[in-house]
Antibody, heavy 120, light 110 residues
C-alpha cells in the first residue's frame, strides 16, 4: 500500500522560505504513469493546487503563486520536495502531497498533510 | 484561474439522494472529461470518490455517481448514510498543466 508522509517546517517567518518534504513508501516515485503534486488548504477553506512534477522532471505551477514555488524529487530517497519563497500569512495552510495519475488526471493517493503557519 | 463554483452546503436525510453541483467554464469543466470528486472528513486527507466525470475507484460504494452537462459537473450520493457527512470538493483539469478545485460543499446528513 502506497503511503505518503509530509514533513518540514511547521512555522515560518514572513518573507522566509517554506520547505517541505514528502516521503513515499510502499512504491517508487519513479513508477511510470504517475506525477507528484502539492496541494494546500488554508484553515477552514478549500483546496488549492500548487504544482506538480512529471517523471521527466518537468514542473508546472499554479500561476497564482507567481513563480514562488519550486518542486523537486530526490529519487535516491524516494522523496518529493516543495519550496515556497517570500511567504506571507496567506500561505498558512495544511500542505498535502499527492500522487497524480497521468492518463486520467486525478489524485489517487494523498499524504495526511502538514500544517505550516506563517507568523513572526 | 478561478475556483470552480460549488454550493457551500447541501443536506439530506438518511436514505435520500443529494446532488452537489460544480460549475466551471469551457476552459475547465466544459472542455475536458477530467473532473474528479474528493471526500474529506474533518482533520483527514481528501479521498478520491469519482474520476473522469463518472468513474468510481474500487472500494467506493456505487451510491456515489458523477455526471456532467456543459460546464457543470455533479456528484450524486444516493441512499445517504451517516458516514457520508463530509466536505466534498470537485476538481478539473484546466489546460496548460493546470488544475482547479471547487470551493467545497459541506454535506450534512440530517
Amino acid at each position: 500500500q502506497l503511503q505518503l508522509q509530509e514533513s518540514g517546517s511547521g512555522q515560518v517567518k514572513p518573507s522566509q522560505t517554506l520547505s517541505l518534504t514528502c516521503a513515499v513508501s510502499g512504491g517508487s516515485i519513479s513508477s511510470g504513469g504517475y506525477s507528484w503534486s502539492w496541494i494546500r488548504q488554508p484553515p477552514g477553506k478549500g483546496l488549492e493546487w500548487i504544482g506538480h512534477i512529471y517523471q521527466s522532471g518537468s514542473t508546472y505551477y499554479n500561476p497564482s503563486l507567481k513563480s514562488r514555488a519550486t518542486i523537486s524529487v530526490d529519487r535516491s530517497k524516494n522523496q518529493v520536495s516543495l519550496n515556497l519563497t517570500s511567504v506571507t500569512a496567506a500561505d498558512t495552510a495544511v500542505y498535502y502531497c499527492a500522487r497524480e495519475v497521468d492518463y486520467a488526471l486525478f489524485f489517487d493517493y494523498w499524504g495526511q498533510g502538514t500544517l505550516v503557519t506563517v507568523s513572526s | 484561474q478561478s475556483a470552480l463554483t460549488q454550493p457551500p452546503s447541501a443536506s439530506g436525510s438518511p436514505g435520500q439522494s443529494v446532488t452537489i453541483s460544480c460549475t466551471g467554464t469551457s476552459s475547465d469543466v466544459g472542455g475536458y472529461n477530467y473532473v474528479s470528486w474528493y471526500q474529506q472528513h474533518p482533520g483527514k486527507a481528501p479521498k478520491l470518490m469519482i474520476y473522469e466525470v463518472t468513474k468510481r475507484p474500487s472500494g467506493v460504494p456505487d451510491r456515489f455517481s458523477g455526471s456532467k452537462s456543459g460546464n457543470t459537473a455533479s456528484l450524486t450520493v444516493s441512499g445517504l448514510q451517516a458516514e457520508d457527512e463530509a466536505d466534498y470538493y470537485c476538481n478539473s483539469y484546466a489546460g496548460s498543466d493546470n488544475w482547479v478545485f471547487g470551493g467545497g460543499t459541506k454535506l450534512t446528513v440530517l
